[in-house]
Each structure stands twice: as C-alpha cells, then as structure tokens.
C-alpha cells in the first residue's frame, strides 16, 4: 500500500502573544570568544526553525546587508539547483554525462550527476585546479576542456572511491545550464533565488566571472542563506513557494558514500564520512539522515536538522583554512542550540505565516 504524504498546516500567531524568543546566549559567547580569538571584523549568527526565524545576532561591522564569500557553503546552494533539474526529468540522476556532454568519453562520459555531486566520480583532490579559477572563460569553456584534456586522477574510477574535490561539481554545473534552459547563475536565481525572495546569491564571491564555480565562488548575506536553509528544513517549501519535493530534499541529504574508500577528504571532515548531494550528514541511529552540514574554507557553515525542522547559519570571513579552528567550535554551538531547543519555548522572532511540513515519502 502507498505511503500517504502528511501534510500539516501551522497557522501560527503575531509574536505578540508567545512567551519569549530563545537568544542561544551560550551558543553565542562561544561565537564571540571565535571571533574575537581570530582578529574578525565580525560576525552573524542565525537560527532558525520551519516556523521562522529563532535568532539573528551580529558582531562587529557585520549587518544584515553584510555579503561573504562562502567557499564550500556554495556547494548545498548549487546541490539545491541539481536537485532540482532532475526533479523536472531535465536530467537524469544516474545517467551518463556523455548523453548531455557529448565531449565526455570513455569512462569519464560514464560520469552521473549523481556521482559528480557526491564526490564519487573519479576526480577529487582538484580545488586548486587553474580551470576551476580561470576568470577569461565560461563556464562551457572550461567544461570543455575538462572533457578533453583532464583525465581521472590517477588510481580514481568512476563511482570507485570517496575523493572531496571540484572538478566534477563543475561539469554537473553545466549539465545543468545544458538541460535547464540556459545560464547557471541566472537560472539559479530565477529558479531558486526569486521564488525564496533571495536577492544576494550570486557565483561571484571570488571576483567577476562567467567561469562558476559551481563547488566554490558563491557569496551572500546571511539571512538570504538563512532562505534558503528554511526551505530545506521545511522539505522543499519556502516564501509560500515549493522549490523541490520532499522526495527531492531526502535526496540532497541521502548517504552517497557507502563501503567506498576514502582518497582524499579535507582535514576537518569527521569520520565515518558520510555525504550526500552537496553536504555532509550525520545519519541518526535508524540511518535517516539527521544534520547536514556544508563547511566552506572561509568559515561560513550553514546547517539543516531534518528530524528537528531545524537550521541555521554561522557566518564569518577569515583567511583560508580557518575553518580548522571554527568547526569545532561551530559543532559545540550547534549542540548548545540543540538543547536549548529540546528544553521547549523557542518563539521565532519572525515567524512564517503558514509553514507546510510533509514527510519526505511525498512525492
């Protein structure tokens, strides 16, 4: 028998008449101590719930206005745009890339979107590979001359090992524009930016370019990711507007790893490594996936608990590889914001007029 979608309707009350918000003071000392301890010009802290906005602090000379750089944290904001075109069978998860990139042959062309954004797909380790940076082409160009003259790394396969790279997020980037109707950063944003009310998000973030980098050169504000987070914690829905199906967001956060062998993760990722389609997961003790979380470089970390509704973003911008000193930070704060709101009474201080919630079995 078919499992049936449930759908809840919250019809939720003017801020007015709720008790107290929740300000994860604790939580938010560790953030400031992180800042101050790095030499910051500052900071933002967001948190949020499918009901709205818990919290949002910020340090220093960072505004609500204020737009980073995310390195990494752009690869759930692309992971989103992915997900969405295999949705509308624009793409086919398990396809072969040849099929929409003839240039890709042999066992490269064998390459799927599902591979390629799970970093399973035969490259890995390639961040600072000068294709990926290379601000005179487009992003067609530089695909193109992956397909000709960038073989797997060596000893690599496809969808033979775990391997944290670029490469391959930026020929998924291109199937993408191939199959979707066009340019990938004004597609994302008239597919997924508008329609959540996003105006900041943009493939910029490392200077102009029409090279994306779909792993790497995204920037924004907070609360335009804090949009985006709210959609995904709310399985797909946000702004009154359904950005992808519930089926869809459980793929985003679905293990793609499995037994395969680790080549190459960054120093920071927490064993056993676990990653889905732009994020890393921490599957809860039945293997439903539970935290996700998308790190980037400069210490940006946005994060989503699917068992809780539950999200938020951590936003700062320091030098490359600051994000070793901050994640285990970020990791203890997010437990303090955990348990604060376990304990019960968090009132969001912007809450959602209408929050649909469905289980991820709806279609």
């Known amino acids: 028998m078919p499992r049936v979608p449930l759908w809840i309707l919250l019809v939720l009350a003017s801020p007015a008449v709720h008790a107290a918000e929740c300000r994860f003071d604790d ?36 505004t609500p206005q204020t737009v980073i750089a995310l390195a990494s944290a752009s690869k759930l904001a692309s992971a989103v745009r992915i997900a969405q075109v295999i949705e509308r069978g624009e793409a086919g998860l398990d396809t072969p890339v040849s099929t929409y990139l003839p240039a890709f042959t042999g066992e490269k062309g064998t390459m799927t979107l599902r591979r390629m954004f799970s970093h399973t797909a035969g490259y890995g380790g390639d961040e600072s590979a000068p294709v990926l940076g290379d601000d005179t082409i487009t992003l067609a160009e530089a695909v193109q001359r992956i397909a000709c003259c960038r073989p797997f790394e060596a000893g690599y396969t496809m969808g033979g090992q775990f391997a944290y790279g670029g490469i391959s997020m930026h020929v998924a980037g291109r199937v993408a524009e191939v199959v979707g109707g066009g340019d990938w950063e004004q597609r994302w944003r008239s597919e997924v930016g508008t329609p959540l009310g996003i105006t900041t998000i943009d ?104 068992s809780r509704g539950l999200y938020g973003a951590f936003m700062i911008r320091g030098g490359a590889g600051i994000n070793d000193q901050a994640f285990p930070v970020y990791l203890q704060m997010v437990a303090d914001i955990t348990a604060r709101f376990d304990a019960g009474g968090c009132t969001p201080i912007t809450p959602t007029d209408e929050v649909f919630v469905e289980t991820f079995d709806a279609g």
């Open 203 to 306: 493939w910029q973030g490392l200077g102009p370019t029409a090279n994306y980098r779909i792993s790497g050169s995204g920037q924004s504000s907070l609360p335009d990711y804090g949009r985006l987070l709210h959609m995904l914690a709310n399985r797909g829905r946000g702004d009154g507007v359904r950005v992808l199906k519930p089926a869809s967001v459980r793929l985003i956060v679905e293990d793609q790893v499995g037994d395969r062998p680790i080549a190459y993760a960054p120093n920071n990722a927490v064993a056993p490594i676990r990653y889905g389609l732009g994020n890393w997961i921490a599957p809860g003790p039945q293997g439903e996936p539970t935290f996700s979380h998308s790190l980037g470089a400069f210490g940006f970390f946005p994060w989503f608990d699917t």
């Open 27 to 62: 939580a938010h000392a560790r953030f400031a101590a992180l800042v101050a301890s790095e030499g910051l010009p500052g900071g933002g802290m967001l948190v949020g719930t499918t009901q709205g906005v818990l919290a949002e602090r910020y340090l220093g000379s960072y």
